[in-house]
């Protein structure tokens, strides 16, 4: 699914199941850093031991930022689960219910009850699926749209920039304001995909055609588009600089419809 997001977002328990995001896309674009990491995997190979829980632990935020860019770098091959926490003295303050509870979230990748436990005041639950997919679970589901609107400028500058001659000066690209992609927030309860290739890139306009997608596509990595319902298209106008965000709420319809009927 080269050139394509997947975006799938559960508003009950604030998770969002993406295709096409890397962790560093996560790190980058994140407004609350986490100030330490507790690591679900028991066998992991980093962090620190906790004896409490029984689980690794990193401590800091100088340290989490050192862990993020081993991620970032490919030196960290292991399966990256974890939720983030605010203070250590509260970790110790963790009952045995909460911890099994913890642990049951690392191996099933699902929650018993909330995802965001009190007393780690925590704003991820981050999992990575592998083949370049992820689970999160966001307290603020805005970080996310930033996330996703950061990745989307990025793959545009990357494709304007492509068609440039070597000898000419690469161009810049306005950043997708995140806002305008909450405007698709309830489609993305559906399933939505982004498709961005390069031959989408016409008179200085670079065209993402938005299509209506259930999770359940996300197991092959072919995607038929033709058999897919276009409900949106995301359009950057180089030389103005624009973004703009065209919702066909017709196909939306028939879209949400034929969901329905199937």
Known sequence: MSNTIYVHIDTTSNAVLTRGLAP??????????PKNLLLLDPSSEFGEFDGHTGLKVIRGIENVQLFFQQLNKGRVTEEMKWVDFNDFDMLKELTPLEIS???YFGHMKTHLHSPFFYKLQNNFVFFDLKDNRSRVYYRYLDEYYRILADRITRIVLEKINDRISFFKKAVSV???DFNLLKELRSVMQEGVLFCLSQDQLIDKTFTIPIYLMEDSGLKSSQVNKS????IAVLRYYANQKKWTLDIDQEDLAFGFMDKKMS
Not at 24 to 33: A, E, L, M, P
């Open 227 to 230: 058999s897919l319902d276009k």
């Open 24 to 33: 560093q896309d996560f790190n980058k674009s994140i407004v609350h850093q």
């Open 101 to 103: 509870e913890l642990l």
């Open 174 to 176: 306005e950043k997708l």
